[in-house]
């Protein structure tokens, strides 16, 4: 496992941008896969996006596509999601998540996850 912190979150109006950040502990980063996922109040979770470890290939739910980007800089242990065009609906509680290589959008089988930041779309 590794340990993972997020910032990045805040109240932005609806049509502006945020950039999410999750900062891993450990030396293992590089080996880990990274997603987003997110939480609205009396919704249950859902997946944003993810990235692999090796190939770095990238897949995004439907409705972020085309605005969310997630990168990762393993020099600095640290996953990104850049939130372009932001919509109310956006609103959420953000959590990143890691798992050892192979990424997935089923949250059950990530083994590391952050205290979550708070993202907030005004309209």
């Known amino acids: 496992q590794v340990q993972l912190v997020e910032s990045g979150g805040g109240l932005v109006q609806a049509g502006g941008s945020l950039r999410l950040s999750c900062a891993a502990s450990?030396?293992?980063?590089?080996?880990?896969?990274m997603a987003w996922f997110r939480q609205a109040p009396g919704k249950e979770r859902e997946f944003v996006a993810n990235?692999?470890?090796?190939?770095?290939?990238?897949i995004y739910a439907d409705p972020v596509k085309g605005r969310f980007t997630i990168f990762r800089d393993n020099a600095q242990n640290t996953v990104y999601l850049q939130m372009n065009n932001l919509k109310p609906e956006d609103t959420a509680v953000y959590y990143c998540?890691?798992?050892?290589?192979?990424?997935?959008?089923?949250?059950?089988?990530?083994?590391?996850w952050g205290q979550g930041t708070q993202v907030t779309v005004s309209s």
């Open positions: 998540a890691g798992r050892a290589f192979v990424a997935t959008e089923d949250g059950g089988k990530y083994d590391s």
């Open positions: 990235i692999h470890a090796i190939t770095g290939r990238t």
């Open positions: 450990g030396r293992t980063f590089s080996t880990y896969a």
